[in-house]
C-alpha cells in the first residue's frame, strides 16, 4: 500500500486479512487519514493474547470488583436451507488506551455457527 502517500484516505477503510496485519502499513493508512480493519490471528502474538484475554469470561476474585466493560453485542439468527445460522459481535474500546498499534480505537470478537434445529 505504498500509494497511500500520495492519496487522501477520509472516509475509507481499509480491510485486511491476517496475512497483512502490520503496524506499519497501519500507521501509513492513518496518515493518510483513513481507517483500518485487520483480521487478528496468532500471527501479531501479544496483541492477539491481549484480545483473547478482552473476551474471556471475568472471574471475580475474592476482595476484587469487576473490571470494567464497555462492551456493545449484536447477534442475528437467519433460517434458511434447513438450518439456523447465528451470527454475533461483541466490541470493545479497553484496548485503545494502552495498545501500541497506531490509532486504535475498537477490537471485535466475532463468531458465527449452525444453531440446532428445534424440530430436527
Known amino acids: 500500500m505504498s500509494s497511500t502517500r500520495a492519496r487522501d484516505l477520509r472516509g475509507v477503510v481499509g480491510s485486511f486479512d491476517a496475512m497483512f496485519n502490520r503496524r506499519a502499513l497501519s500507521l501509513k493508512i492513518v496518515q493518510a487519514h483513513g481507517d483500518y480493519l485487520w483480521t487478528v490471528k496468532e500471527n501479531e502474538k501479544g496483541f492477539y493474547q491481549d484480545i483473547e484475554v478482552l473476551f474471556q469470561p471475568h472471574r471475580k476474585l475474592a476482595g476484587t470488583s469487576a473490571p470494567p466493560m464497555d462492551f456493545r453485542r449484536s447477534s442475528t439468527v437467519e433460517k434458511g436451507h434447513g438450518r439456523l445460522d447465528k451470527r454475533s459481535i461483541i466490541v470493545s474500546s479497553l484496548l ?14 466475532r463468531w458465527s455457527g449452525k444453531v440446532p434445529m428445534p424440530w430436527g
Open 96 to 109: 485503545a488506551d494502552y495498545s501500541d498499534w497506531p490509532e486504535l480505537a475498537q477490537v471485535a470478537h
